[in-house]
């Protein structure tokens, strides 16, 4: 169903793939938006147990885009590393395919902001305080993922191979 990397050597591991969305703190999120146009945009999130989770306001183009269509795309640069004199850049990437949907349960929307509080906001006092002001005026939505690849560029592939 989904495409196959055809630079496979460039391919990294399922583990690091998602020790980079573990890691990284924002992505762009690619939706079916309106009049058929593509629209895209950039989200803080968390990533656990399979799953992407974010936060977004109770109405807007996020919202409508998702509800019409649960198919997404979401993309997480990890490097970029511009090499003028070499004409190319060192990066890292992952690009995970997967359908959205907007939690409804009020006990996993919870569980879901405590998940994004936690990675942004970790040990902070007041955290519970600021969850609960929140709640009412936003919603989590949630990514299984369905596909997941991450990339690096030939050089740093072949900078692995010669500290082999």
Request: charged share 30%; with cysteine.
């Amino acid at each position: 169903m989904f495409r196959e990397m055809r630079r496979k050597r460039q391919l990294l591991p399922t583990e690091e793939s998602v020790a980079i969305l573990q890691r990284m703190t924002n992505g762009t999120l690619a939706l079916h938006g309106d009049d058929g146009y593509p629209y895209a945009v950039p989200v803080s999130y968390v990533y656990a147990e399979g799953k992407i989770y974010f936060h977004t306001a109770v109405k807007g183009h996020k919202v409508d885009a998702i509800r019409r269509d649960a198919k997404v795309s979401f993309c997480v640069v990890e490097q970029d590393d511009v090499k003028p004199a070499e004409f190319t850049t060192y990066f890292r990437s992952v690009i995970v395919f997967g359908k959205a949907r907007i939690l409804e349960d009020e006990g996993e929307k919870l569980s879901a902001l405590r998940l994004l509080a936690d990675k942004y906001s970790p040990g902070e006092a007041g955290l519970e305080a600021e969850i609960a002001k929140g709640f009412r005026h936003l919603l989590m939505v949630e990514i299984t993922v369905e596909h997941l690849t991450g990339k690096e560029a030939i050089e740093l592939v072949r900078g692995k191979k010669g500290r082999s």
